[in-house]
């Protein structure tokens, strides 16, 4: 089992900046990718980025340029840098893992955390 935390989240203006970090704990070896997700109101949860533990890495076409991901495996942690903020990136955001084990494929979510972005 994989556990997932996320923290923050908050109250920001346009243009400003944002860090996420998640902490998985539990069976880490058996992770193999980490990444965000993201649930405005009335929209559906989309993929924001994701990266693998051998390093690879994607963000969503729309946001590239202004969010990245990176992590740290000593520390079981990874982040979401958000820059240039916009009122559309209101939303909760989730830490999800990909976990596999013998031949199943299965994810794990964190709780969530707000972003709120407006004037």
Do not use: H
């Not at 997700?37 to 890495?57: C, D, M, W």
């Amino acid at each position: 089992q994989v556990q997932l935390v996320e923290s923050g989240g908050g109250l920001v203006q346009p243009g400003e900046s944002l860090s996420l970090s998640c902490t998985a704990s539990g069976s880490i070896s058996s992770i193999y990718a980490l990444g965000w997700y993201r649930q405005g109101p009335g929209k559906q949860r989309e993929l924001v980025a994701r990266v693998t533990n051998s390093g690879a890495s994607n963000v969503a076409e729309s946001l590239k340029g202004r969010f990245t991901i990176s992590r740290d495996n000593a520390k079981n942690m990874v982040f979401l840098q958000m820059n240039s903020l916009k009122p559309e990136d209101t939303a909760v955001y989730y830490c999800n893992a990909i976990v596999v084990g013998g031949d199943q494929i299965s994810g794990s979510w964190g709780q969530g955390t707000q972003v709120t972005v407006s004037s």
